[in-house]
Nanobody
Framework: QVQLVESGGGLVQAGGSLRLSCAAS????????MGWFRQAPGKEREFVSV????????YYADSVKGRFTISRDNAKNAVYLQMDSLKPEDTAVYYC??????????????????WGQGTLVTVSS
């Protein structure tokens, strides 16, 4: 069973940048699609971005498109989320996720199999 551990969260001012990392261990990382979700207080968990296991395909939520960049390094069993031009509405707990599938199922967090414990991102205005 693959285990996921996020890092890189913190407090940043609006307009700033953060880079989240997710380290995977305990399984076959390279065949999994990897992605990020986030959950703000009082809100449902929402999709942010996903990357295919080859790294050749990516998809973003409209709310982060053009500001966030997902990438992965299969040699290091890691996936990253570069977050630029951060806004206060980006404040949330960010979760790393993994699933064998790459596609529309990623838009529903209930269909994604594996989760990290989350890392808090706070963007101040």
């Amino acid at each position: 069973q693959v285990q996921l551990v996020e890092s890189g969260g913190g407090l940043v001012q609006a307009g700033g940048s953060l880079r989240l990392s997710c380290a995977a261990s305990g399984g076959t990382f390279s065949k999994l699609s990897m992605g990020w979700f986030r959950q703000a207080p009082g809100k449902e968990r929402e999709f942010v971005s996903v990357i295919s296991w080859t790294g050749l395909s990516t998809y973003y939520a409209d709310s982060v498109k053009g500001r966030f960049t997902i990438s992965r390094d299969n040699a290091k069993n890691a996936v990253y989320l570069q977050m630029d031009s951060l806004k206060p509405e980006d404040t949330a707990v960010y979760y790393c996720a993994a699933d064998p599938a790459y596609g529309g199922s990623w838009l529903n967090y209930r269909e994604v199999q594996l989760w990290g414990q989350g890392t808090l991102v706070t963007v101040s205005s």
